[in-house]
């Protein structure tokens, strides 16, 4: 089974710095894609940030080279590194998985509120 929880949010200043952890609680062997997902007040949930099953990665236009997502197989958790924040990027901010083996399915955290305000 694959539940996945995420951390590290909070109330940050513009122009401060979160790390986002997600940590997967079952055995994932492959996957399609690891991402990081946000839904901002009054919008949609979008892409923000993700890695293919081949370690490639892609971020949405206004994160590029402000936030780095990362996979550490070992402890089988996903992390955000999330630089100059912005007001703009509050919101909250969800784990997914898409899974190949041992457990196909797409799966999702409960979500983790990132507030950037001063």
């Known amino acids: 089974q694959v539940q996945l929880e995420e951390s590290g949010g909070g109330l940050v200043q513009p122009g401060g710095s979160l790390r986002l952890s997600c940590v997967n609680s079952?055995?994932?062997?492959?996957?399609?894609?690891l991402s990081w997902y946000r839904q901002r007040p009054g919008m949609q949930r979008e892409l923000v940030a993700q890695i293919k099953g081949d370690g490639s990665k892609n971020y949405e236009d206004s994160v590029k080279g402000r936030f780095t997502i990362s996979r550490d197989g070992a402890e089988n958790t996903l992390y955000l590194q999330m630089n100059s924040l912005k007001p703009e990027d509050t919101g909250v901010y969800y784990c997914n998985a898409v899974v190949l083996s041992p457990y196909s399915g797409t799966y999702w955290g409960p979500g983790t509120q990132v507030t950037v305000s001063s």
């Open positions: 079952g055995r994932i062997f492959r996957v399609r894609a």
